[in-house]
Structure formats: C-alpha cells, structure tokens
C-alpha cells in the first residue's frame, strides 16, 4: 500500500489540491487525512498570527530539516571564514561583497552603474552621488546601521529606524503604512491578501518582533519567517522587497550573525520577479502552513551562501600574492646588521644579507626588487618611506610640538602617509585612525588647509597629495 504521507510530504511537499492533480482524482479526503496524519507529528505552530488571527505553522519534514541545518552550518561558517582575515583583508572583502548586495538593488531598479563607482560609494569617498543611485546609498547606510550598532529590544522603533535610513526621512516622520494599495482576493475558505488592512500592521509587526526575539527557534528558522511576514504584510509604502531584505539580514544580525548577515547577498535571489515565490506565499496563505514557502526559501538562501564563499575565495585569491610578497619584501627590508652573527668586517656582513635576499627572490618569480625611497621621495625634512612605528611615533610628537593646532590623528596619519607622488583618501584615514568617516574628511581638510596636503577631485571622489614641507636648509 503506498504511503501518501511520505510521498507527499518528504518526495514533495503538496497541498491538497496538487495531491489531486498528482494523482488524477477528484476525490482525496481519505488520502489526504493520511497525509495530514503523517505532517502532524512533525508540525510547529508558530508565534506568528496571520492577518484573520490564526497561527501560522510550521512542518519540520526530514527533507526540509535537513536544509536548514545545512543553512545553518553554512551561515556559521561563514562567518568563521571571515575571522581568518586580517583588518585589511576582512576590509577589502566586506567592502566587495556589500558591493554586490548594492548592484543587485540597482539591477532590480533598473538601473546600470559600475563596479568601480559602487565601490567608491561603499568606500565613502563620491563627493556626489546621481539622483538614480541615491537609493543604494540609503540600503548602504541601512547596512552600516545593523553593522555598527547593538538591539537590546526588537520592536516598533528599530524597524521605523531601519526603514528611515532606507528612503532616507526623519524618524519622526516615517510610519507604517496609512494607505491600502491592494484589495484582499477571496477565496472559498479564505481570504488571500497581498497586503495587511492598516488597523493589523502595528500589532503584526509587534508580533514580528517578539518572534525575531525567541532563541528556542533555529536562527534560520526565524529569519526565513521574518522574510515571509514581511512580504506578507507590507508594513510600509516604498521599498517593500528591500525592506524585507534587511529584515531578514536584522534577523541574522540579532543571532550573532552580524559579521556576515549584512554582506549576503539575498537581494539577488529575492529583489528579482520570481512567480514561483509568489505562488508559494499564497499557498501558505490558504493552508497557514509555511513549510511550502520554506522549502522554497532554505534552497535559495543555501544558493546565497554557496555563491558568497565562492566570491571570497576569488577576493582572497586576488590578494594572496600581495600579502605573500609583502611578507618576503618586508623580511627583505628587515635583514639589518643585528640580524646576523657579528663580525669585523662590515662587507662580510652586508654580503651575507644580500645573498639571502637574493635566495629569497630567487625562490619565487613574482618579486621584483623593492623600490629604495630617499629623502627626495617624502614631504617631510630627511625623513625615509617605509617609516618603523617608532618613528612614526616620533614625527607625530614632533608635528603636535611643531604644529599645536593638530590633533594627535592628524599628524599621526601624515607622518605615516606623506610620500610624494602618492594619493591618499579619507577612507583610509578613516580605516586606520578608526574614525568616523565625518571626522575623517573633516581632519583630512584641515590637514589640506594647513597645506600638508593639495586636495583635488578624481572622477568622482576627493584625493590628497602631499605637498614638500622641507626646511631651507634641506633644500
């Protein structure tokens, strides 16, 4: 005797109406109450009321648990992945990855930018920014929202604080939706809705929060929810599918996910048209059950996480042979005397220095020899590239003495950047002072106003190049 319940349930995952359609019947009930009888046991209401107040629910079916441990293992090691790097490294992916997240908001605008200009935006460094693309702005200081900040509670206020950053209003002017868009279908047993009535947002959304909140749930588990409810509901006017998005990526965020959440790149699986996923939200609508809706979902997300490890092992294989020659170029510059065993005879030991560096560049092809900076080379007085911390640390001091209006992380940043013919932005200031980015290109000014630097614009951003400073007698 077949076992519908299985075949129905873990084979695939069909409604009563698709039974029937499966097995050419018109007539199931006897079928589909062994099927209902087999989901029971592995079902989950759920603490989230649909808009006629019924609990939705979930089925915990083999198959789909299986997805969402793999989901979960995925999501971790992630995150684990980007522990490895150091500061820069991790810098440079994240800035990357948010770059697709972007692209992928502009491509479901319909509008064409380039990476290179999208990069500059994450970067902070476009003195301008076009009409069409200030809404990539705005979703990127959504990002940095969830990035840089803390949630002891999840409710009304941070969800009207996320969804300001994003179409760019006051706080206090930005509400749930107050206009009904779209008309309720009717159905035979119930209503489908494309939208909730305005009177059920409020307490919907509350509901939302409580739900994003409960750890008993697997991380996964309420973030797929989340990306559901909120399709489901459309809380505000603008920007729905997007809001969705960083609701899901808040979600993951608020499960210690907050390192690699904002990067994923869910906006390229979710932002597009997708009837498949359309037909799934209203088939849970119908039954009040979420399983089909989170079938569908955990694969594409398990997509999302597949395609953002294959993009950091490419970023990290684009700087691997950086950092391997800067290791061997610096363990090249660091051969000095006290590194070898003493003798009398300087030349000896000179000798013995260069053949290891010549060993060294030997050994592997893609070094080539280091450039030699002089005093020519940098803006300061007799000062050399390539400066030890120390005397970094001296020309700071001796910048503060010298110049008393600067700020310790002005001078610190231009005695470590001041060689001529190099640029260098507020990005980097900010990066390495760990600063805000204001404070970065307000210090960054004022270090130009001094005259330790001459800004000018490059396409779309602002550069700085140091200006010689050297005293007459080294003139």
């Known amino acids: ?58 089925t915990y079916t083999k198959y789909l648990t299986s997805k969402l441990f793999i989901l979960e293992r995925k999501l971790v090691s992630l995150a684990l992945k980007l522990s490895k790097y150091d500061r820069n490294e991790l810098d440079y992916i994240k800035d990357n990855l948010k770059v697709n997240v972007l692209l992928s908001v502009l491509n479901a605008q319909g509008v064409e930018q380039t990476r290179s200009f999208v990069l500059s935006l994450v970067q902070e460094e476009l ?30 206020s941070l969800f009207l604080d996320v969804y300001s950053l994003l179409c760019y209003g006051e706080k206090e002017d930005i509400a749930y939706r107050e206009v009904t868009f779209l008309a ?26 409580e739900f994003i909140k409960d750890d008993s749930l697997l ?75 989170f079938i569908y979902m955990t694969d594409k997300l398990i997509e999302v996480c597949d395609k953002t490890e294959e993009d950091i092992d ?37 000798s013995l220095g ?17 450039q030699i900076y002089t005093d020519a080379d940098v803006a300061l007085p007799v000062l050399k590239a390539g400066l030890s911390v120390k005397d970094i640390e001296r020309i700071t001091n001796d910048l503060i003495e010298t110049y008393p209006v600067l700020k310790y992380s002005q001078a610190h940043f231009y005695a470590g950047h001041c060689t001529i013919g190099h640029t260098y932005t507020i990005q980097q200031f900010k990066k390495e002072e760990q600063t805000s980015y204001e404070t970065a290109r307000t210090s960054m000014d004022f270090l130009a106003k001094l005259g330790f630097y001459q800004k000018s614009q490059l396409k779309n951003k602002f550069v700085y190049r140091p200006i010689p400073r050297r005293k007459k007698n080294h003139e």
């Open 127 to 156: 003195s301008s920014i076009p009409n069409d693309s200030i809404v990539i702005d705005n979703y990127n200081r959504a990002l940095n929202y969830m990035v840089e900040n803390d949630f002891d509670k999840v409710d009304d």
């Open 314 to 350: 490419s970023l990290e294989a684009s700087f691997v042979p950086s950092n391997s020659y800067d290791e061997k170029a610096s363990a090249i510059s660091n051969l000095t005397i006290s590194s070898f065993p003493q003798s009398n005879k300087t030349d000896n030991i000179i």
């Open 219 to 293: 991380m996964s588990v309420r973030g797929i929810a989340t990306l559901f409810y909120l399709d489901y509901l459309k809380p505000f006017n603008d920007f729905r599918e997007e809001f969705a998005c960083l609701g899901l990526k808040l979600c993951l965020s608020l499960s210690d996910l907050k390192g690699i959440a904002p990067y994923l790149n869910f906006e390229q699986v979710y932002l597009e048209k997708d009837p498949v996923r359309k037909e799934k939200v209203v088939l849970a609508q119908k039954t009040y059950d979420l399983t089909y809706y």
């Open 1 to 58: 005797m077949p076992n519908y319940g299985k075949r129905f349930s873990e084979d695939k995952y069909l409604s009563k109406e698709q039974v029937k359609q499966e097995l050419n019947m018109y007539s199931i009930d006897p079928i589909w109450a062994e099927i209902l009888s087999y989901r029971k046991n592995m079902g989950e209401s759920l603490e989230l009321p649909s808009i006629d107040r019924t609990k939705f629910s979930l």
């Open 354 to 370: 260069v053949k290891e560096a010549e060993d060294m560049m030997k050994s592997d092809s893609s070094i080539q020899p280091v």
């Open 184 to 209: 309720q279908k009717y159905f035979p047993n119930n209503f489908v809705y494309d939208e909730a009535p305005l009177d059920r947002i409020k307490p919907m959304m509350q509901s939302l929060g």
